[in-house]
Structures are given as structure tokens and as C-alpha cells.
T-cell receptor, first 115, second 115 residues
Framework: AQKVTQAQTEISVVEKEDVTLDCVYE???????LFWYKQPPSGELVFLIR??????QNEISGRYSWNFQKSTSSFNFTITASQVVDSAVYFC????????????FGKGTRLHILP | DGGITQSPKYLFRKEGQNVTLSCEQN?????MYWYRQDPGQGLRLIYY???????QKGDIAEGYSVSREKKESFPLTVTSAQKNPTAFYLC??????????????FGQGTRLTVV
């Protein structure tokens, strides 16, 4: 069965520090998609990135970077030089694309960036 | 503007009453989803629909019902059988079709309080 684990419930760092959010997933399929979302205090989820299971290339977008490793079933998210505006809850999610459109989320990591 | 609209943003109901949460999308997406969010629990899937007139139970479907009579609409009814209905409810949609699985786009959510 598909499962997403975000072991870090809450993290606090001082502004300008780097921070990594962990995501470990379980799936029976060889074809699947992984996602990261940000939920600011307003409540609406904001899509950050999608990665398919055949593309292990790491990705960088500004201060954000993602490290996908199939060998450890992990899809970690790093924020470099964190800012107060990065404070939010971050969710990792998994979809087994071939099977159906179901998308399963982890429990989220609440990130506090302290000024 | 294209997007997902959930209404109302806040909803209050008396215990024992059924209540229906609205979700409309104009993105021409096939797949739609309902999630429930409780503190510390992340997003849990209630129901999802991959196509009109079809839907599947998620992980916590008991006490809820849905319909998908139109592609753009996926209302969720919280019935009196749901023991702890007070929560934040999020609706989402994706292109779906299990062919080109993409990210889900979310509405702003409905916060339901049952008193």
C-alpha cells in the first residue's frame, strides 16, 4: 500500500539558516509521482514540485532544492537561506499513477523561521 | 480566473444535521478529491472521483457521501453519522485520467464547526 512518512513534526530555525524537510515513501509500483506542497497560514495548499519515478535528477528552484533517491525511497526538500515567509506547513505526497488518480499525503512538517 | 472554488469558507452546524460542502472547478479536470485536515493529522483522503458519475472511497469515508453528476462539481455531504465532523475540509482537482498524472490544485478550504 502507498504511504508517505514525514517524521519531522515541527522544525524551528533562525532566518538565513538552511533547513531540510524529510520525506520517505512506500509504494508497490515502479511508476509513481511525488509532490511537495506548502500550506501558509491562510490554509490553501500551494503546489511546489512534481517528480516522476523515472527522473532522479535533483532539482533547484531559487532557494528551494529537492533530492530524490529511489534507493532510499526518499524525496527530501531543502530551503537555503531561509526567510520568515517560508514559515508554513509543508506536505509531501505520493500518487501511484498507473493504478489510479489517488493522491496520499504525509502528515506534514510545520516549519518556523525565526527572525 | 481558472481555479477551484469552495464555499462557504466557514460553516457552523448543529450536531445531528447533515451539511453539504460545495466544490466547483473550471479547470476541465477529470479527477477531484476531498480531504480532511485535523491538527497533527495531515491531509486524509475522504473520497475521490476520476470521472463523472464515478467515485471511490478514500481512507476515512465513513460518515461522508459524495456525488459527481457534473465534471465541474464534486459536493461533499457530512452526515450525522460522522462522529467528529469538526475539521478543515479541502477540495482539489487534477487532470487525472491515470495517463498523465499531475499535481492537484486546491481550493481555499471550508472550516466546518459542529456545535
Amino acid at each position: 500500500a502507498q504511504k508517505v512518512t514525514q517524521a519531522q513534526t515541527e522544525i524551528s530555525v533562525v532566518e538565513k539558516e538552511d533547513v531540510t524537510l524529510d520525506c520517505v515513501y512506500e509504494t508497490r509500483d515502479t511508476t509513481y509521482y511525488l509532490f511537495w506542497y506548502k500550506q501558509p497560514p491562510s490554509g490553501e495548499l500551494v503546489f511546489l514540485i512534481r517528480r516522476n519515478s523515472f527522473d532522479e535528477q535533483n532539482e533547484i528552484s531559487g532557494r528551494y532544492s529537492w533530492n530524490f533517491q529511489k534507493s532510499t525511497s526518499s524525496f527530501n526538500f531543502t530551503i537555503t537561506a531561509s526567510q520568515v515567509v517560508d514559515s508554513a506547513v509543508y506536505f509531501c505526497a505520493l500518487s501511484e499513477a498507473v493504478r489510479d488518480d489517488k493522491i496520499i499525503f504525509g502528515k506534514g512538517t510545520r516549519l518556523h523561521i525565526l527572525p | 480566473d481558472g481555479g477551484i472554488t469552495q464555499s462557504p469558507k466557514y460553516l457552523f452546524r448543529k450536531e445531528g444535521q447533515n451539511v453539504t460542502l460545495s466544490c466547483e472547478q473550471n479547470l476541465n479536470h477529470d479527477a477531484m478529491y476531498w480531504y480532511r485536515q485535523d491538527p497533527g493529522q495531515g491531509l486524509r483522503l475522504i473520497y475521490y472521483s476520476q470521472i463523472v458519475n464515478d467515485f471511490q472511497k478514500g481512507d476515512i469515508a465513513e460518515g461522508y457521501s459524495v456525488s459527481r453528476e457534473k465534471k465541474e462539481s464534486f459536493p461533499l455531504t457530512v452526515t450525522s453519522a460522522q462522529k467528529n465532523p469538526t475539521a478543515f475540509y479541502l477540495c482539489a482537482s487534477s487532470i487525472g485520467g491515470s495517463k498523465l498524472n499531475t499535481e492537484a490544485f486546491f481550493g481555499q478550504g471550508t472550516r466546518l464547526t459542529v456545535v
